[in-house]
C-alpha cells in the first residue's frame, strides 16, 4: 500500500542512508534471487562500469529525466512504473495518456529519502547528474537499498555516438524489462525516419552548423562526442566544432566568427527563450560578420530532442528541413 513501507525494507533504508555519501560504481551480480527466474531471465547487462544480473524484469520503476521517461513508455512500459520525475519538455503527445498514469514523485530530482519512498527496484536515468554521489543518489547507495539503476549510455560513451547507439540504448532497456520484440518494433519506426531524410538528401552539399546552447563570456556548444554531432551530419550539416572531444564544451566567440557558420542551430530550454539567445548573438560584436548572422539563419531544436532517445530521429528531420528547404517542397 502506498505510504507504508514493507518491513524487509526497513533495513535496506537504514543501510542506504549510512552509505550515502560514499558511493561509486559497483556489481549487482551478487544479489540473492527472490525466487524462480522468470522466462527468458536470468539477463546480465554492463551498463557504464556497473553489471547487474535481473533474475526477473523490474516491477517498480522509476524514470527520472525525460529521455529516459520516453524511452520507457516508447517500450510499452509505464504498467512497470510507479515514479518518474525532472521534465525538460512536454511528454510527447503519443505518450501522453501512458505518462499521465504514472506518479509524478519531483519535478526535479528527488531527494534520495524521497527516490526509497517510492519503493522502487529500478531506476533509470538520462544524465550522470541523475546518479549524483553528492545528493546521496550515487548507484552504490541504491544498489544497497536493494534498487538496481541504469545509465543512458550516451554518459558513458565506448566510442562516436552514432544511431547505433541509439538502438544500444532502447535494445538495454528493452532487454532489463524481458520486451526485445517491442525494441524492434520501434527502432523500425526509428529508423524509418532516418531512412527518408536521408533519401530526401542525397547529394546535398553539407551546411556549416555552429550549435549555440548557452553562454555570455564564451559559447557554450555541442562537440563531436554526444549524439548532437551526428543528428547534424545526418540532417546535412557539419559541426564546426566537432573536434572538441567531448559531448559539450565552450569556446570563444572569436573562434566561432573564424569558423564563420552557415547557421546556427539554438538548443532551446531553461529560463532565457530562443527570442532572447537569437538577439544576443545577433548584437554580438564579434559576430556582424558571420554569415548565418548576417543572413538571420538559424535553426531551433529542444534539449530533449538532442540527447540521446526516441526524439532523435524527428529531430533529424525537423533540422535537416531548415538546413535544406529545398529537398523537402
Same mark, same amino acid.
Given at each position: 500500500m ?10 535496506a533504508?537504514a543501510?542506504a542512508l549510512? #552509505?550515502a555519501?560514499?558511493?561509486?560504481p559497483g556489481?549487482?551480480e551478487?544479489a +540473492?534471487p527472490a ?6 531471465f536470468p539477463?546480465?547487462v554492463?551498463?557504464?562500469?556497473v553489471? &547487474? ?5 523490474p516491477?517498480?520503476a522509476?524514470s527520472?529525466n525525460q529521455h529516459?521517461t =520516453?524511452?520507457m513508455?516508447?517500450l ?8 518518474t520525475?525532472y521534465?525538460?519538455?512536454?511528454i510527447?503527445?503519443?505518450?501522453? +495518456?501512458?505518462?499521465?498514469r504514472v =506518479?509524478?514523485?519531483?519535478?526535479e530530482y528527488?531527494s534520495?529519502?524521497t527516490?526509497?519512498?517510492? =519503493?522502487p527496484?529500478f531506476v533509470?536515468?538520462?544524465?550522470g547528474?541523475t546518479?549524483?554521489?553528492?545528493e546521496g543518489?550515487?548507484r552504490?547507495?541504491l544498489?544497497? +537499498?536493494g534498487i ?11 566510442g562516436? #555516438?552514432t544511431?547505433a547507439?541509439m538502438?544500444e ?5 528493452a532487454r ?5 520484440e517491442?525494441a ?12 527518408g ?7 546535398v552539399?553539407?551546411?556549416k552548423?555552429?550549435?549555440y546552447?548557452?553562454?555570455?563570456? &564564451? ?6 562526442a554526444?549524439v548532437?554531432?551526428?543528428?547534424i ?8 566544432f ?10 570563444s566567440f ?8 552557415e ?17 544576443f548573438?545577433?548584437?554580438?560584436p564579434?559576430l556582424r ?5 548576417k ?13 540521446l532517445g526516441?526524439r532523435?530521429?524527428?529531430?533529424v528531420e525537423?533540422?535537416?528541413r531548415?538546413l ?6
Amino acid at each position: 500500500m502506498k505510504g507504508i513501507r514493507p518491513m524487509f525494507l526497513l533495513p535496506a533504508l537504514a543501510a542506504a542512508l549510512l #552509505v550515502a555519501g560514499c558511493d561509486g560504481p559497483g556489481v549487482r551480480e551478487d544479489a +540473492a534471487p527472490a525466487g524462480p527466474a522468470a522466462e527468458g531471465f536470468p539477463v546480465t547487462v554492463a551498463n557504464c562500469g556497473v553489471t &547487474t544480473t535481473y533474475q526477473r524484469p523490474p516491477q517498480r520503476a522509476v524514470s527520472l529525466n525525460q529521455h529516459a521517461t =520516453e524511452v520507457m513508455l516508447a517500450l510499452g512500459l509505464e504498467k512497470s512504473m510507479v515514479g518518474t520525475g525532472y521534465l525538460d519538455d512536454r511528454i510527447l503527445p503519443e505518450y501522453r +495518456a501512458a505518462y499521465d498514469r504514472v =506518479e509524478v514523485i519531483s519535478e526535479e530530482y528527488p531527494s534520495f529519502e524521497t527516490l526509497l519512498a517510492a =519503493e522502487p527496484d529500478f531506476v533509470y536515468g538520462g544524465f550522470g547528474s541523475t546518479f549524483d554521489e553528492k545528493e546521496g543518489r550515487g548507484r552504490a547507495a541504491l544498489a544497497k +537499498a536493494g534498487i538496481d539503476s541504469y545509465l543512458n549510455v550516451e554518459q558513458c560513451p565506448q566510442g562516436p #555516438v552514432t544511431m547505433a547507439t541509439m538502438d544500444e540504448e532502447i535494445r538495454g532497456v528493452a532487454r532489463i524489462f524481458g520486451v526485445p520484440e517491442r525494441a524492434e518494433r520501434e527502432l523500425k519506426r526509428l529508423h524509418g525516419t532516418l531512412e527518408g531524410v536521408e533519401g530526401r538528401l542525397a547529394g546535398v552539399e553539407p551546411v556549416k552548423v555552429f550549435v549555440y546552447d548557452s553562454g555570455d563570456k &564564451t559559447a557554450f556548444t555541442a562537440g563531436g562526442a554526444g549524439v548532437g554531432n551526428e543528428m547534424i551530419k545526418r540532417a546535412g550539416g557539419v559541426n564546426l566544432f566537432a573536434d572538441l572531444d567531448k559531448s559539450f564544451g565552450d569556446v570563444s566567440f572569436e573562434q566561432v566568427a573564424e569558423r564563420a557558420p552557415e547557421v546556427v542551430v539554438i538548443y532551446d530550454y531553461g529560463d532565457q527563450s530562443v527570442a532572447e539567445k537569437k538577439r544576443f548573438l545577433l548584437a554580438h560584436p564579434a559576430l556582424r560578420d558571420v554569415p548565418a548572422i548576417k543572413n538571420k539563419r538559424f535553426a531551433v531544436l529542444p534539449l530533449s530532442s538532442t540527447v540521446l532517445g526516441v526524439r532523435v530521429p524527428a529531430g533529424v528531420e525537423s533540422l535537416a528541413r531548415r538546413l535544406h528547404p529545398e529537398r523537402f517542397k
